[in-house]
T-cell receptor, first 114, second 111 residues
Framework: DGGITQSPKYLFRKEGQNVTLSCEQN?????MYWYRQDPGQGLRLIYY???????QKGDIAEGYSVSREKKESFPLTVTSAQKNPTAFYLC?????????????FGSGTRLTVV | GQQVMQIPQYQHVQEGEDFTTYCNSS?????IQWYKQRPGGHPVFLIQ?????EVKKQKRLTFQFGEAKKNSSLHITATQTTDVGTYFC???????????FGTGTRLTVIP
């Protein structure tokens, strides 16, 4: 079955550590996205990529980094520079960029700073 | 910048009552999408509207796109407990590369 897989489901980070969240899709989608969701809030765009080896900052990119070396994979690194990283992180993909197709979301990673 | 607001933020209804959430954009949208996120889950794509004044139905759900393409609504007839969740609209500003998600409406259905 085609889909988008995020791992791990839960992640605990100590202050000052970098952590990397995995996102893999086998839908052959060109565009991939990372969103952050805080409790009771909407989705805020962190980074997006419309093609391999290219990505752009979203609305809240500070303290995060990404790479897109393969079409299937779009990992997100939460760096120690991110002041308040505790949140629910959602990865999404879509056929092509531009918002003309529905997004498929992964099941998310809940990151907690301890 | 583009903003998409949804009202109400929360809605509690008795099972069997109707429910409507409204989405308003500060700018004209080329299209609008609706998503449902169950408690503890992830957003799931429901539908996309593209044309001015467009109306689409999915069983008990009716989606509308305003004539000016700056607002949209989702109406659920005779709610059921399975309708519980947060409903998000997401719009794309003309010429933009991405969707901008609304703030969401959290629906609780009381049995």
């Amino acid at each position: 079955d085609g889909g988008i897989t995020q791992s791990p489901k839960y992640l605990f980070r100590k202050e000052g550590q970098n952590v990397t969240l995995s996102c893999e899709q086998n839908l052959n989608h060109d565009a991939m996205y990372w969103y952050r969701q805080d409790p009771g809030q909407g989705l805020r765009l962190i980074y997006y990529s419309q093609i391999v080896n290219d990505f752009q900052k979203g609305d809240i990119a500070e303290g995060y980094s990404v790479s897109r070396e393969k079409k299937e994979s779009f990992p997100l690194t939460v760096t120690s520079a991110q002041k308040n990283p505790t949140a629910f992180y959602l990865c999404a993909s879509t056929q092509t960029g531009g918002g003309n197709y529905g997004y498929t979301f992964g099941s998310g990673t809940r990151l907690t700073v301890v | 910048g583009q903003q998409v607001m949804q009202i109400p933020q929360y809605q509690h209804v008795q099972e069997g009552e109707d429910f409507t959430t409204y989405c308003n954009s500060s700018t004209t949208l080329s299209n609008i999408q609706w998503y449902k996120q169950r408690p503890g889950g992830h957003p799931v794509f429901l539908i996309q509207l593209v044309k001015s004044g467009e109306v689409k139905k999915q069983k008990r759900l009716t989606f509308q796109f305003g004539e000016a393409k700056k607002n949209s609504s989702l109406h659920i007839t005779a709610t059921q407990t399975t309708d519980v969740g947060t409903y998000f609209c997401a719009g794309r500003q003309t010429g933009a590369n991405n969707l901008f998600f609304g703030t969401g409406t959290r629906l609780t259905v009381i049995p």
